[in-house]
T-cell receptor
C-alpha cells in the first residue's frame, strides 16, 4: 500500500467552479501535511500546509481528518491560473529515527477552462 | 537570494557514461534531498542529507551516489548511467525535518532533465 494516495484525476472544470481533491495516508504517526502545486515542466512549490483545525488561504481551503487519515483541498472560484498538478504531501517518521521524511502523492491534474 | 539552483538543466548521456549533478542553496538549510520524477510515479527520494558531511539512502538509491562536503552544496553522481535513469531530477532543501511543520517545508530547484540513450 502506498504511503500517500490521491484521486487520480484529471479534473477539468470551468472558470468559477469549485473543485475538491482528496488524499489518504497510511501511517497514523504522520505529523505534518502539505499541498504542493506543480506546473507543467516546473518544480513543485508549496501551496499550503494543512493544520489539524483546517485552514484557509484565500480561495483555498485545506482540511485534515486524522481519524480517517484523510486530507482534502478545496478550490473555490477556479481561475485559469489554477491549472496545474496538485501534490498531496505527508511527513512520515522513519523507523528508529526522529527524522521525518516527506512522501509525495502522484498528484492530481487540474485543468480550468474558460 | 537565488534559493535552490541546479546544474545542468539538461543532459544527454550514453549508457555507461558518468556525470555529476550539482545542487546549491543559499538559505542556510540543514537538510537537502535528491528526488527523481517519472511519469505516473510521482516524486521518489533517492538520497538525502541532514547536514554537512552526512548522507543517507532514500527509496531508490541504487545506481546513485551523493556527497555533501559543504552545507550549501549537495552532489548527485551517476557512475555508470543506464536508460532506466532517464528522468527529471529535483533537488530540494529544508530547515529541518523534526518539530514545527515549517521545518518540513521543502524548497525545490528547477530540475535537471536527464536522458540516457
Amino acid at each position: 500500500r502506498k504511503e500517500v494516495e490521491q484521486d487520480p484525476g484529471p479534473f477539468n472544470v470551468p472558470e468559477g467552479a469549485t473543485v475538491a481533491f482528496n488524499c489518504t495516508y497510511s501511517n497514523s504517526a504522520s505529523q505534518s501535511f502539505f499541498w504542493y502545486r506543480q506546473d507543467c515542466r516546473k518544480e513543485p512549490k508549496l501551496l499550503m500546509s494543512v493544520y489539524s483545525s483546517g485552514n484557509e488561504d484565500g480561495r483555498f481551503t485545506a482540511q485534515l481528518n486524522r481519524a480517517s487519515q484523510y486530507i482534502s483541498l478545496l478550490i473555490r472560484d477556479s481561475k485559469l491560473s489554477d491549472s496545474a498538478t496538485y501534490l498531496c504531501v505527508v511527513n512520515i517518521p522513519d523507523r528508529g529515527s526522529t527524522l521525518g521524511r516527506l512522501y509525495f502523492g502522484r498528484g492530481t491534474q487540474l485543468t480550468v477552462w474558460p | 537570494n537565488a534559493g535552490v539552483t541546479q546544474t545542468p538543466k539538461f543532459r544527454v548521456l550514453k549508457t555507461g557514461q558518468s556525470m555529476t549533478l550539482l545542487c546549491a542553496q543559499d538559505m542556510n538549510h540543514e537538510y537537502m534531498y535528491w528526488y527523481r520524477q517519472d511519469p505516473g510515479m510521482g516524486l521518489r527520494l533517492i538520497h538525502y542529507s541532514v547536514g554537512e558531511g552526512t548522507t543517507a539512502k532514500g527509496e531508490v538509491p541504487d545506481g546513485y551516489n551523493v556527497s555533501r562536503l559543504k552545507k550549501q552544496n549537495f552532489l548527485l553522481g551517476l557512475e555508470s548511467a543506464a536508460p532506466s535513469q532517464t528522468s527529471v531530477y529535483f533537488c530540494a532543501s529544508s530547515y529541518g525535518a523534526t518539530g514545527l511543520a515549517k521545518l518540513y517545508e521543502q524548497y525545490f530547484g528547477p530540475g535537471t532533465r536527464l536522458t540516457v540513450t
